[in-house]
């Protein structure tokens, strides 16, 4: 069984502009995830609005009983959030890999358009790599 379950990237204005299933038991089907997407970005948007703290970038860890989901925001406004079983630890390092493979392999990209679903070969091969090798040190913890 592997620790992650899904990624899914939401552009700024909620847009899912991608989505990777990991081999969840309960795999989504494209609406589904859309769903999640806008339902996620809305409760980001929200708590950063009702936080109590100034300053705050909105949800970052949620906990649930059968998932927990990790959510990284760029300054751009993009989210990056993963699905993972519950008490997965070093997510947030996963996430700005994957954000740093963003940036490298995506923004850079001359044929890619900003804010668009992301179709990029080259992320997609490094984005399989690195959640491979999470999975490999996962398994050595």
Same mark, same amino acid.
């Given at each position: ?12 204005? #909620? ?32 708590? !950063?609005? +009702? ?9 970052? /860890? ?10 990284? !925001? ?8 993963? +699905?993972?079983?519950? #008490? ?5 390092? /996963?996430?700005? @890999?994957?954000?740093? /493979?963003?940036? &490298?392999?995506? /923004? ?5 358009? @900003? ?8 992320? &997609? ?6 959640? !491979?090798? &999470?999975? @490999? ?5």
């Amino acid at each position: 069984m592997s620790a992650i379950y899904s990624l899914h990237i939401i552009n700024k204005s #909620g847009g899912l502009i991608f989505y990777k299933d990991y081999g969840s038991a309960g795999r989504m089907d494209t609406n589904d995830s859309l769903r999640v997407a806008s339902l996620w970005h809305s409760m980001h948007a929200i708590s !950063q609005q +009702l936080s109590p703290v100034v300053g705050c970038s909105g949800i970052e /860890l949620l906990e649930a009983d059968t998932f927990d989901l990790h959510c990284f !925001q760029s300054l751009t406004g993009t989210k990056f959030f993963v +699905l993972c079983e519950p #008490g997965t630890l070093h997510m947030e390092a /996963l996430l700005k @890999v994957i954000y740093e /493979l963003y940036t &490298d392999y995506v /923004l850079k990209n001359p044929f890619y358009e @900003v804010e668009m679903p992301i179709r990029c070969e080259l992320f &997609d091969i490094h984005l399989t790599q690195a959640i !491979q090798k &999470d999975r @490999v040190a996962l398994l050595g913890r």
